[in-house]
């Protein structure tokens, strides 16, 4: 794990898992099957064999993971049932309300408001946090004069911030996509900075050898070198800036997922509110995936590190 | 003569010279711009700190700081010790954690701040809803990091003590608990983080006590100077709480066995 795996930094909140070389589970369980699929056509005259006990395993796991899944929504049924008052979500309930919500303009309205948010802020503080990442990383100047600051926020609860930011901004989206921002912003600016910072030091000597101009050296090394912990960072922003964006909804009232749910659940409607909490869900998952999807394709060099 | 040790010396003063100039730059700055913008948007720093010292005379900030921390020391010691079981127990029984690990990434990746609307219609106000929120919030780290450092124990350890016919509770003893220590400190110092958020949230939505409520109170009147006192006050208990999870963390990475 040569480049990737030093020293754990200082703030790496869940970072470990892509430091040390492994990506999040949900990739490990996508990949395991394929990886060992791989079998029948490589070399060895006993792959049949194990083709055979590869698929027999497989097959292992996908039947126990259907009866965890099963025994999960059965219990909650049953629970929900038995001990709770009728309006409180249930598996049969939100199935019951699929394609009322499915049909219904507000909830995609809803949707649409909440994942652009979300959408609009990562890209903002994609940018932010690679410039002042890699600055920091780079300059060490600047890196002890901001790095109080940096690492306060990071270690801070950022949704405390939500209340003043409504007295600043309203109770208005504008307010939602600051939350946004900082929320994701600071975990990119974290893992950038560990990426800049941990650049051998060969690579900008041969650069210099060679009289590279310094923009040179910044676009075609330095960021390019530090682009794996950049998805490390959004990696980690996307999470909490979903929270960022539910907590900003519930308070400010604002159109969006979050207010949708808390607005269904004082109406007693909570198989319509579990909807869009699976939506939230699906979308962290798909961006996560993308993510590592992409460091998969275009980054291979960093996976076998 | 500028041997060595005068250019080191000469780097210390420029270090100690940078962090001096990003806390006098920001110091300026917050005292500055509270002076020149309306009191219900900031304030100045100064006032920000009279503020804090209102706060702390008329008992509301020790109040909420002791409701919000046994909310929050109840909430992450159960994440703890409900997530180093758990984690353990998945990575010993490799059946039971396929099964459902597709179903602990979903509910990792859930934000759970969006689940308290759902607690609030469920169970009501309280301390318990909020220490499960709390819960929920740091449980998964530790879940995911103790499992981590479990499932990646040397299987030629294990083999050794079996060779010398160690006993289960040996090998628990000095094998299984040393090597998923470090791992698990890890998840703890991440559960330190994500559960005062969870913390704070909670305390937004379900509760007439705590930092959280307070902020809110504060908000809902324009009271800029007692909000920014207790952000302040906020954000210092984050540092202290992840500088306390880091030194947990070095001190058992000692020990970590790293190949």
């Known amino acids: 794990m040569s480049a990737t795996g030093r020293n754990l930094p200082a703030a790496a909140g869940a970072l470990p898992e892509v430091r040390q070389g492994q990506r999040p589970s949900v990739m490990r369980m996508r990949l395991a099957p394929g990886r060992r699929a791989g079998g029948p056509n490589g070399p060895g005259e006993d792959s049949g064999v194990e083709a055979e006990a590869a698929r027999r395993e497989r097959t292992q ?25 009728g309006y409180i979500a249930r598996p049969l309930g939100i199935l019951g309300q699929v394609p009322a919500v499915f049909g219904d303009q507000s909830f995609w309205s809803a949707a649409g408001s909440t994942l652009l948010a979300v959408v609009e802020g990562l890209i903002i503080a994609v940018v932010i946090g690679t410039v002042i990442g890699l600055i920091m990383g780079r300059l060490r100047d600047v890196d002890r004069a901001l790095r109080l600051y940096v690492d306060s926020f990071y270690a801070m609860p950022l949704v405390a911030l939500v209340p003043l930011l409504t007295v600043w901004f309203g109770y208005t989206p504008l307010t939602r996509l600051v939350v946004v921002v900082i929320e994701a912003v600071l975990p990119i600016i974290f893992s950038v900075a560990e990426g800049a910072r941990s650049l051998p030091a060969q690579f900008t000597d041969v650069a210099r050898t060679y009289r590279a101009p310094w923009w040179r050296v910044w676009a075609g090394i330095v960021l390019p070198a530090s682009l794996p912990y950049l998805l490390g960072g959004i990696d980690l922003a996307i999470g909490r800036a979903l929270v960022g964006a539910v907590v900003a909804e519930f308070i400010a009232s604002l159109n969006g997922l979050g207010y949708y749910i808390l607005f269904n659940v004082r109406s007693f409607q909570e198989n319509r509110a579990m909807l869009a909490l699976v939506l939230l869900v699906v979308f962290a998952l798909a961006v996560r995936g993308l993510v590592s999807l992409f460091v998969r394709r275009e980054l291979p060099w960093y996976r076998a590190g | 003569m500028t041997g060595p040790r005068a250019r080191a010396a000469l780097s210390h003063w420029r270090a100690l010279l940078g962090y001096a100039v990003g806390i006098a730059v920001g110091v300026v700055a917050w005292q500055l711009i509270g002076l020149h913008s309306a009191n219900f948007v900031f304030v100045p720093l100064t006032t920000t700190l009279s503020s804090l010292g209102s706060l702390i005379s008329n008992g509301s900030l020790p109040n909420a700081l002791a409701s919000s921390f046994s909310v929050y020391a109840v909430g992450v010691a159960l994440a703890i010790v409900v997530g180093a079981v758990t984690g353990v127990l998945f990575a010993r029984r490799a059946l039971l954690r396929k099964a459902f690990e597709p179903y602990l990434v979903a509910l990792y990746a859930t934000p759970m701040v969006a689940l308290i609307p759902f607690l609030l219609a469920l169970i009501g ?135």
Do not use: N
């Open chain 1, 61 to 85: 796991v996908f039947l126990a993971r259907v009866a965890a899944g099963l025994g999960i929504l059965v219990l909650w049924q049953a629970c929900a049932a038995t001990l709770a008052p």
């Open chain 2, 125 to 259: 106000y309280g301390f318990w809803p909020k220490v499960i929120v709390v819960f929920l919030f740091s449980y998964f780290p530790v879940e995911f990091a103790t499992q981590r450092g479990a499932q990646s124990i040397a299987p030629e350890l294990l083999d050794v003590a079996r060779a010398f016919r160690t006993s289960e509770r040996q090998i628990w003893r000095h094998v299984v608990i040393p090597y998923t220590l470090p791992y698990l400190m890890t998840g703890v110092r991440q559960a330190l983080a994500r559960g005062l958020v969870g913390m704070i949230s909670a305390e937004f939505f379900l509760s007439a006590g705590g930092l959280g409520s307070l902020l809110i109170t504060q908000s809902e009147q324009f009271d800029t100077g007692d909000m920014l006192a207790v952000t302040l006050i906020i954000t210092l208990i984050g540092v202290i709480l992840m500088a306390i999870g880091r030194t947990f963390e070095r001190r058992f990475a000692r020990w970590r066995v790293t190949s």
